[in-house]
Structure formats: structure tokens, C-alpha cells
């Protein structure tokens, strides 16, 4: 996807679903100061006004995300991610110098935010590994966690299924395996 493009559809989601978000919260906010609001209902209010905020914080990182330059190293990203969510996750990388196209490169930096967003927020993981080597039909990457695994009779969410898209767009194969003592995630790009 080139700047012009990401530029757009960071336009759109500020000029759509984040000024929508902000509108309600206006609206919440409103109800919560009605005189006639009944207690009960001023603490779900409270907790509504608090999820659509961090609805409206996460719209914002992914504006910015979008409109920033992805020429910055995949460890600078992902330790600022790391900084920005006050995660004490320990993230240790081991990148090999893999001749990658643009766009392979901006797919393995999109999953490996979305990863370890999931990571600090789902599984409890005190450490994440990052691998990527070379290989002979062109490179593998290996994310590991040391969360609690994922709940196999939970529906893959949104991000999942993401995940999944961006290595079809990019002709990988990914596995996943996860038990009690974390999940593994490994997906072989193609040269």
C-alpha cells in the first residue's frame, strides 16, 4: 500500500469512526450529568465513556500508525509499542538482514504489532521472542509468547483474523500452536 493510500484511509477513519466515537462520548457525557440520572446507571455510564476512550486512544494509534513512514526499524516499533502500553513485557529479537520487498516488510511489521498487542493485552507473557532468519525457499518468522496459550473454545477475534489475511497477501503460510505455557506463531514467507 503506498503513503497516498495509507494517508486516505487514515483521513477516512479520522473524519468517520473516530469523530463518531467522539460523539458519543459528548452524548455519555451528557446523560452522566442529567439531573435525573439514577445512580446505577451513572456507574455504567462511567464504564461506557471509559471503553469508548480507549476505543477513541486505540482509532488514534492507528491514524497515526497509518500516516507515519514505516522506514523505521521493526525493534524501534515495537518497543515503542511496547512503551506506549506500559507493558513490562520483556521483547527479545533476533533479525536476520532478510532482502524483503516493501510490502513483505510493512505486512510483518503490521503482524507483529498486532501480536504483541494481543500478547500484553490476552496473555499475561512476561517475555516475547521475535525471530527472523533466512531459509532456503526465502525467510521464516517466529513469534513465541509465555502467556497462558489461547482458549481453544474461543472465536479467533478480528485481529486473528488479520493476521491471517496480511501472510495470504504475502503468499506465507502461517501456524500457530499454543498449550498452558504460551503460544507460537511461525509463518514461512516465500523469497
Known sequence: MTQTERIKIAQELHDGIAQ???????SLDL???AADTSATTRIELRNLIFSVSGMIARVRDEIFNLRSDNSGSLESSLRTLIADSHSAVELKLELENCKHTEV???QILAISRELLRNSIKHSGA??????IQKSQNGSTYSYR???????????SG????????RCTSIESELTVTSNE?????????PS
Open 181 to 189: 505455557l504460551g503460544t507460537n506463531y511461525f509463518i514461512s514467507i
Open 31 to 33: 446523560l452522566l450529568a
Open 104 to 106: 513483505i516488510q510493512e
Open 126 to 131: 512476561s517475555v516475547i521472542e521475535i525471530t
Open 20 to 26: 463518531d466515537l467522539v460523539a458519543l462520548s459528548y
Open 158 to 165: 478480528y485481529g486473528t483474523r488479520g493476521i491471517k489475511e
Open 145 to 155: 509468547d509465555n502467556g497462558k496459550g489461547i482458549d481453544p473454545l474461543t472465536p
